[in-house]
């Protein structure tokens, strides 16, 4: 038995198999958009890691800011570390996005291949695969934003410690 396009395609919709396709394209996208964004938070943090361990190091251990400085260079170091985790949760998640299109290309394909036996289960195998693919890649995408929202959390939670620093200079 010879299956046409249209017979896997969502009630014969001929836009579903680029529909299929596109998605999970866009998502790769987002996903690129984020691991740049999380990226470059990473390198401020590492820079301002080193101007604070700068600091530590001109002030010395009896100095009475240098527990301030301390706990600054503390959360930078809580900070780097969730960026970093982040970072792999959202890579993670950009190559399953790419796994996913790239099964669902492969999906469509799959009716032109002739008639064998099997062929139905090749295309319920790739279509499920895709489908798994792109689930567990939404899920790592979320995650990796909420670990964002917590790290700038943690961010402008040391901005106001880093005030009350500088703020304490002045008096």
Same mark, same amino acid.
Request: a positive charge; one cysteine or more.
């Given at each position: 038995?010879?299956?046409?396009?249209?017979?896997?395609?969502?009630?014969?919709?001929?836009?579903?198999?680029?529909?299929?396709?596109?998605?999970?394209?866009?998502?790769?996208?987002?996903?690129?958009?984020?691991?740049?964004?999380?990226?470059?938070?990473?390198?401020?943090?590492?820079?301002?890691?080193?101007?604070?361990?700068?600091?530590?190091?001109?002030?010395?251990?009896?100095?009475?800011?240098?527990?301030?400085?301390?706990?600054?260079?503390?959360?930078?170091?809580?900070?780097?570390?969730?960026?970093?985790?982040?970072?792999?949760?959202?890579?993670?998640?950009?190559?399953?996005?790419?796994?996913?299109?790239?099964?669902?290309?492969?999906?469509?394909?799959?009716?032109?291949?002739?008639?064998?036996?099997?062929?139905?289960?090749?295309?319920?195998?790739?279509?499920?695969?895709?489908?798994?693919?792109?689930?567990?890649?939404?899920?790592?995408?979320?995650?990796?934003?909420? @670990? @964002?929202?917590?790290?700038?959390?943690?961010?402008?939670?040391?901005?106001?410690?880093?005030?009350?620093?500088?703020?304490?200079?002045?008096?």
């Amino acid at each position: 038995m010879i299956y046409a396009a249209g017979d896997y395609a969502a009630g014969g919709n001929p836009f579903a198999v680029l529909t299929a396709v596109v998605a999970p394209a866009i998502l790769t996208n987002a996903s690129s958009v984020l691991a740049l964004g999380t990226s470059n938070r990473l390198a401020r943090v590492v820079d301002r890691t080193r101007v604070v361990a700068r600091e530590l190091a001109a002030i010395g251990p009896g100095d009475s800011h240098y527990k301030s400085w301390a706990a600054q260079l503390d959360g930078l170091q809580v900070r780097a570390r969730l960026l970093v985790k982040a970072l792999r949760v959202i890579y993670g998640s950009l190559g399953l996005f790419v796994t996913a299109a790239l099964l669902s290309v492969v999906g469509a394909i799959v009716p032109y291949w002739g008639t064998y036996y099997g062929q139905r289960l090749v295309f319920q195998l790739t279509a499920g695969l895709a489908l798994l693919a792109g689930a567990v890649a939404v899920v790592g995408l979320a995650s990796g934003c909420a @670990m @964002m929202v917590h790290e700038t959390r943690l961010a402008v939670q040391n901005l106001a410690e880093e005030a009350k620093i500088y703020t304490s200079y002045r008096k």
